[in-house]
């Protein structure tokens, strides 16, 4: 007698077990989970099984998201926080049995949406990885979306970065302004001093710098679209004759001589083995006793891989690659800056994107015309996923600050600092 298959639904229930809150239902009418869960998973045909069982895991789930064919309903990171345990991947025997209850026809491989960038190999045919050309379509295919796209998600204050919260009840523009002002104040920046920002975004913190404490600022970024923008903010801010915004490779700054750097975003670019070159090259861009205020995702511990999972790399920031802050530190100590204070701000990156994800729903329908609704959907699983692995710690965020010594050891530092915010 032939053994009938089991629901589709029950099945994930076995992986998820029987407690997750979360509504699982599929397009062959069985469903699990509480009715009023506030969060579920519809499956809307086999395309995506076969895309789950074909790349377990983060690439599997995103893959069948972005298409449509693996639907979120309510809460994405309330759904994403209930699959974490499932998502890095079934164990074999779990593989096996799924496999075993569905059929091996499910078991397939299907082209990837057309967001999904090829896999490190094969865009090893655009350039050596952190090769100039490389680093620019990396920067590129993830900053020149839409502006109008990165308004809607990030707010008036166009800050692609953590955020600092001062109170429990400050507005992300609130906690966007105060992460300028900590960054401006560890920096010790004054009226008449050159401000050099690297991976400058859309100009954020040149132009608070500029405005607030009086500093003439250069900031450099990969991003066309970024530079014009930013270069449009500056004139409106009348901010234009202090500060200029370029399109530009930060190695191709030829400036010297700078009071300070800030460099907010751009190490995750960087690549573990370009790190000692890379702030030996900030280094040589300060005056003695000049400062640099480097700001970076960092990994837990200095034993992880550099480089980032495959969702990350494929869909968000290719190339990208995490070092912990004991790295950093020791890149920063080796190559031209003595550490003067480092600090953690892993929750407040975790309120951050809870924000960012918070615009974005509301925003959802221009973000689609934008961008386009597969984009829009990478950006939501994305920012949802990274505020979890912040809550976990799976991920830092660190800033640290490094002091270009005078020749005599005058790091023209403060006896102990409090930066007054």
Not at 13 to 32: F, Q
Not at 57 to 73: E, I, P
Not at 122 to 148: K, T
Not at 329 to 353: C, K, P, S, W
Request: charged share 25%; proline share 6%.
């Amino acid at each position: 007698m032939r053994r009938s298959r089991p629901k589709l639904a029950r099945i994930f229930e076995d992986v998820l077990g029987p407690n997750a809150p979360l509504r699982i239902t599929a397009y062959d009418g069985s469903s699990v989970g509480p009715p009023d869960a506030v969060a579920g998973i519809e499956l809307t045909s086999p395309t995506a099984l076969s895309y789950l069982l074909s790349a377990p895991g983060q690439l599997g789930l995103a893959r069948a998201y972005v298409t449509g064919h693996l639907r979120v309903f309510g809460d994405i990171y309330t759904v994403l926080r209930t699959l974490a345990p499932w998502m890095n991947g079934l164990d074999w025997r779990a593989g096996l049995r799924v496999l075993r209850d569905l059929g091996p026809g499910h078991l397939r491989r299907l082209p990837p949406p057309a967001e999904e960038m090829p896999g490190r190999f094969r865009r090893g045919v655009q350039g050596l990885r952190h090769s100039r050309g490389r680093d620019s379509q990396a920067i590129s295919r993830h900053y020149d979306v839409s502006n109008r796209f990165y308004e809607l998600v990030l707010g008036p204050s166009m800050a692609y970065t953590c955020a600092c919260f001062p109170a429990e009840d400050a507005s992300l523009e609130e906690a966007q302004a105060h992460k300028f002002d900590l960054v401006c104040r560890k920096l010790e920046l004054r009226p008449g001093m050159r401000l050099l920002d690297v991976g400058c975004g859309w100009g954020g913190m040149v132009a608070h710098a500029a405005k607030h404490y009086g500093v003439h600022a250069l900031g450099v970024t990969l991003s066309r679209q970024q530079a014009q923008w930013g270069q449009k903010h500056v004139v409106a801010e009348g901010l234009a004759d202090r500060v200029e915004v370029r399109h530009l490779d930060y190695r191709d700054v030829a400036e010297t001589g700078f009071d300070a750097v800030s460099s907010i975003g751009l190490t995750e670019h960087i690549g573990a083995r370009n790190l000692p070159g890379y702030f030996r090259f900030l280094a040589e861009k300060l005056r003695p006793g000049g400062r640099l205020l480097n700001h970076c995702i960092t990994r837990p511990t200095t034993h992880e891989p550099h480089r980032t999972g495959p969702f990350i790399d494929r869909y968000v920031f290719p190339d990208g690659e995490l070092e912990g802050v004991g790295e950093i530190l020791a890149a920063m100590q080796d190559n031209g800056f003595e550490v003067r204070h480092e600090e953690n701000l892993r929750e407040h990156y975790a309120r951050t994107l809870a924000a960012w994800c918070a615009n974005l729903d509301a925003g959802w329908g221009e973000a689609v015309e934008e961008a386009g609704l597969g984009r829009a959907r990478v950006w939501a699983l994305y920012m949802a996923a990274s505020r979890l692995s912040f809550e976990r710690r799976q991920i830092e965020l660190h800033q640290a600050l490094g002091v270009k010594v005078a020749a005599d050891g005058d790091a023209r530092m403060p006896l102990r600092p409090d930066w007054g915010v």
